[in-house]
């Protein structure tokens, strides 16, 4: 398996204490606020019922290391829980990767 990653944890977790206060979702069709990193979680909300997410930073983290593309079927062995269009959407925010999935370069 090809690792693509060239960012440790801890950097990756800065990234995310970087975000804006909104980011869109994957889709566009709404938003996520409220981003914030809680011991081994990121928590957001959905804009469009306000209802919490969680996703493991762990996951999420391997999901970017194993990556070259992401969309939410590419997504899905990584995280655990049907959370897949917000994790692509937290890496899009942090410009890990463009909007239609490609993978930048840091």
């Given at each position: 398996?090809?690792?693509?990653?060239?960012?440790?944890?801890?950097?990756?977790?800065?990234?995310?204490g970087?975000l804006?206060?909104?980011?869109?979702s994957f889709?566009?069709r709404t938003?996520?606020y409220?981003?914030?990193?809680?011991?081994?979680?990121?928590?957001?909300?959905?804009?469009s019922?306000?209802?919490?997410?969680?996703?493991?930073?762990?996951?999420?983290?391997?999901?970017?290391c194993?990556l070259?593309?992401i969309?939410?079927?590419?997504?899905?062995?990584?995280?655990?829980?049907r959370?897949?269009s917000?994790?692509c959407?937290l890496l899009v925010?942090?410009k890990?990767?463009?909007?239609?999935g490609?993978?930048?370069?840091?």
């Amino acid at each position: 398996m090809i690792v693509y990653s060239s960012i440790s944890r801890k950097e990756f977790a800065n990234l995310i204490g970087q975000l804006p206060a909104k980011i869109p979702s994957f889709s566009g069709r709404t938003f996520y606020y409220d981003i914030n990193l809680q011991g081994d979680y990121i928590h957001l909300k959905r804009g469009s019922n306000d209802a919490e997410v969680r996703i493991k930073l762990k996951e999420l983290h391997e999901a970017y290391c194993r990556l070259e593309r992401i969309d939410t079927a590419m997504i899905r062995p990584y995280i655990t829980g049907r959370v897949y269009s917000p994790s692509c959407a937290l890496l899009v925010a942090m410009k890990l990767y463009h909007p239609d999935g490609r993978r930048t370069t840091l």
